[in-house]
């Protein structure tokens, strides 16, 4: 098991933003994380990744436990995540931003850096050579040089994805990778995170669009009000009468 | 204007002195980190290399390298608790610590209090003395030794500085600026690159730190009379003002607007009493019209696009 999620609960304050919520997750697989707006997907993902810890439960990755650890830790263990809205670093080009990201698969220091030793240089072209190669990969070569808060919107969702696999991840979380996409822009996307999958890295997909959800995923886990509702396939999830009631609301029965 | 001047000779070194200091502010920048202690970290430099040239009689490297442990030391303690601040408060906090360095100072026996310490041994004349050894003197050149001894000053100060411009330089282009940079951008999103923000916060506030309390410390044997006054609160608005005039995105930012703010006064004689007016209103003049100073990245993005330009017209002619 990759990763493991057992009865996490969060409060914020008095608010109960999650609560026992337990869920796993296999190595090679793609998991959807659904639910309606509020539900706590992003909370999760934020517990995964050190932002902020559960208030109860465990999260373990790997065997290791990630309670209390420090994000950036958590990143060097193999979980790279991108964000719900992006937050490239926008004064820098796409290939900066990409190799930034591969900061934890990388040592040079201070001294080395100043001194420009042959070991730096030796790192620092083999970053560029990842870089340029992670940005081929997800379709970003000719805009390399390009300031990325200039890019257009589908490429910067693409250029965060690959600024996340730039730190060599064994997990891949994404955060509504298709929000504000446009069709032919959803199925490349698509595309991409199946060629993901195949190079061997696991995705951990929160996204609304239920088309991609149900024709990517493995395994579906929705929740609604901090609740797991229901965990299983995807035409059993698209069947299961407390997801349909969670999305379009129940009937009267009077 | 004579060149060989030693006034104009001396205004040139502290150009150059405050270009190392503008590096230094450039640096704690560049990770977001908006500091105003880089007066009280001139002042400990500063203080701690006239004591042991003074008082111990120690060679003036040993003095540098000291002042610029004893700063970092001092930046490891500060920085620890502050670093949690961010952008105003971090201000706040720095500022305070830089008044607190100025009443310790004006308090201590060893710094002699309100008077200062006086009649240190230059470093022109020390290295007057270096020069004498290797048999070269004033009457070589056909200058007078003071002419002599500015102009050594002067020369060990670009040398300095081309080199921390270098560093700096090479920093800013490896992981670490990268980094740096990253935090500067975005610290969630750092974060989540595994960039151990705490741990490059701390460094490029050292780095900034020491490189102001080396400038201390050069500054102290350059005026040969330092009092705790020397670097009060006008100072460090001096430096910070260099990155906000200037810019803080590029090093040439700073760069460009410690030239600017040490040569304007030279040339603006007339203004000398007003000069802190001034100050001001070209701050104000910049925050309004250059929020991001006077020289920033796209600065150089739009020259570069004018250049391609009028190659490919060419190139269609």
């Given amino acids: 098991m990759l990763l493991e999620l057992k009865q996490i609960g969060k409060t914020f304050g008095g608010i109960t933003a999650l609560s026992d919520v337990s869920f796993q997750l296999e190595k090679g697989l793609i998991l959807g994380l659904i639910g309606p ?65 591969m900061h934890t ?27 340029l190669e992670l940005l081929e990969f997800v379709g970003l070569q000719d805009v390399a040089d390009v300031r990325s808060d200039t ?12 600024r996340a696999l730039a730190t060599n991840p064994k997990l891949l979380l994404l955060d509504e990778p298709a929000a504000g996409m446009i069709e032919s822009e959803t199925r490349q996307l698509d595309e991409l995170i199946r060629k993901i999958r195949n190079n061997g890295t696991t995705v951990l997909l929160v996204e609304h669009d239920m088309p991609l959800v149900m024709g990517l995923c493995d395994k579906v886990v929705c929740i609604n ?21 969670a999305y379009l609301g129940k009937e009267d029965e009077e | 204007m004579d060149l060989l001047n030693p006034y104009t000779l001396q205004v040139i070194t502290f150009l150059f002195l405050n270009l190392v200091l503008a590096v230094s502010i ?6 977001g980190q908006l500091s105003l202690g880089h007066a009280g970290f001139m002042s400990i430099g500063a203080y701690t290399a006239s004591i042991a040239t003074k008082t111990y009689d120690m060679p003036i490297l040993v003095a540098l390298l000291l002042a610029i442990v004893v700063t970092g030391i001092v930046a490891l303690i500060v920085g620890y608790p502050t670093l949690r601040l961010h952008g105003l408060y971090l201000a706040i906090a720095t500022l305070g610590f830089g008044e607190v360095v100025r009443v310790i100072m004006l308090n201590l026996k060893v710094t002699n209090g309100a008077l200062g ?6 470093l022109g004349t020390r290295l007057y003395d270096l020069e004498k050894v290797i048999g070269i003197d004033a009457q070589t050149f056909g200058i007078t030794v003071t002419q002599m001894k500015a102009l050594s000053t002067l020369i060990v100060m670009v040398i300095l500085f081309v080199i921390i411009l270098i560093c700096q330089i090479r920093l800013d282009r ?21 960039i151990n923000i705490t741990y490059y916060k701390m460094l490029a506030y050292m780095i900034g730190s020491m490189m102001a309390g080396l400038s201390g410390g050069i500054y102290a044997h350059i005026t040969t009379t330092i009092t705790p006054d020397d670097f009060n609160y006008h100072r460090a608005v001096e430096i910070l003002s260099f990155a906000v005039i200037g810019g803080s995105e590029v090093i040439i930012g700073p760069l460009f607007g410690a030239t600017l703010l040490t040569g304007l006064p030279e040339f603006l004689r007339v203004l000398a009493e007003y000069k ?26 739009k020259w570069k696009n004018r250049k391609s330009r009028s190659t490919s017209g060419k190139g269609g002619v």
């Fill in chain 2, 276 to 301: 802190m007016l001034f100050y001001g209103s070209l701050l104000i003049a910049v925050m309004a019209f250059r929020p991001y100073g006077l020289i920033t990245a796209s600065t150089f993005d």
């Fill in chain 1, 225 to 245: 009000f901090g609740v797991k509702i229901a965990e299983g396939r995807p035409e059993e999830i698209q069947n299961h009468p407390d997801v349909i009631e």
């Fill in chain 1, 151 to 162: 890019l257009a919107y589908g490429q910067q969702r693409r250029l965060e994805i690959a």
């Fill in chain 1, 105 to 131: 698969v990388t040592k040079a220091g201070y001294w080395s850096s100043l001194l420009h030793l042959p070991q730096q240089k030796r790192e620092e072209r083999h970053v560029r050579e990842r870089s």
């Fill in chain 2, 117 to 122: 310490l006086t009649g240190l041994k230059s």
């Fill in chain 1, 37 to 101: 707006n509020g539900a706590g997907k992003t909370t999760i993902f934020n517990m995964i990744t050190g932002i902020f810890p559960p208030t109860t439960g465990s999260i373990t990755f790997d065997g290791k436990s990630l309670v209390q650890m420090p994000p950036h830790k958590i990143t060097e263990l193999g979980i790279a995540r991108t964000f719900q809205n992006i937050r490239l670093f926008g004064h820098m080009t796409a290939l900066e931003n990409v190799k930034v990201g």
């Fill in chain 2, 174 to 194: 490896s992981r670490v600026g990268r980094a740096f940079s990253a935090i500067k951008a975005d610290e969630t999103a750092a974060r989540a690159m595994g």
């Fill in chain 2, 26 to 31: 450039y640096v704690t920048l560049s990770t």
